[in-house]
Nanobody, 124 residues
Framework: VQLQASGGGLVQAGGSLRLSCTASGRTGSSLAMAWFRQAPEKEREFVAA????????RYADSVKGRSTISRDKAKNTVYLQMNTLKPDDTAIYYC??????????????????WGQGTQVTVSS
């Protein structure tokens, strides 16, 4: 499985971005997908996750209410819409995938596949 992330950029505080992650090499709908992020000198942290069929989503408290994860099965693509961005959202955002859904959706060590990351920078 290969994951290609895109959509990052420089945005002012209060702005919005939509990140995309396209899966290839395996049917996208057979993967549970997630977004993680890593700020400089910090550990990679969970942001959002979505089930294989897109029926359930989970969010980190830090982005809940401001972000929406969704998926387009036909395009094998998962999106992360981020609104009301803050400087604290500045990080490299990574998409991740695995073949099952469970209550461990927030654990980065349990994801088998990772994209290359896309930089999000929020200026104050």
């Amino acid at each position: 499985v290969q994951l290609q992330a895109s959509g990052g950029g420089l945005v002012q505080a209060g702005g919005s971005l939509r990140l995309s992650c396209t899966a290839s090499g395996r049917t996208g709908s057979s993967l549970a997908m997630a977004w993680f992020r890593q700020a400089p000198e910090k550990e990679r942290e969970f942001v959002a996750a979505i089930t294989l069929d897109g029926s359930r989503t989970r969010y980190a408290d830090s982005v809940k209410g401001r972000s929406t994860i969704s998926r387009d099965k036909a395009k094998n693509t998962v999106y992360l819409q981020m609104n009301t961005l803050k400087p604290d959202d500045t990080a490299i955002y990574y998409c991740a995938a695995r073949a099952y859904w469970s209550v461990t959706y927030y654990r980065r060590d349990l994801y088998n596949y990772w994209g290359q990351g896309t930089q999000v920078t929020v200026s104050s």
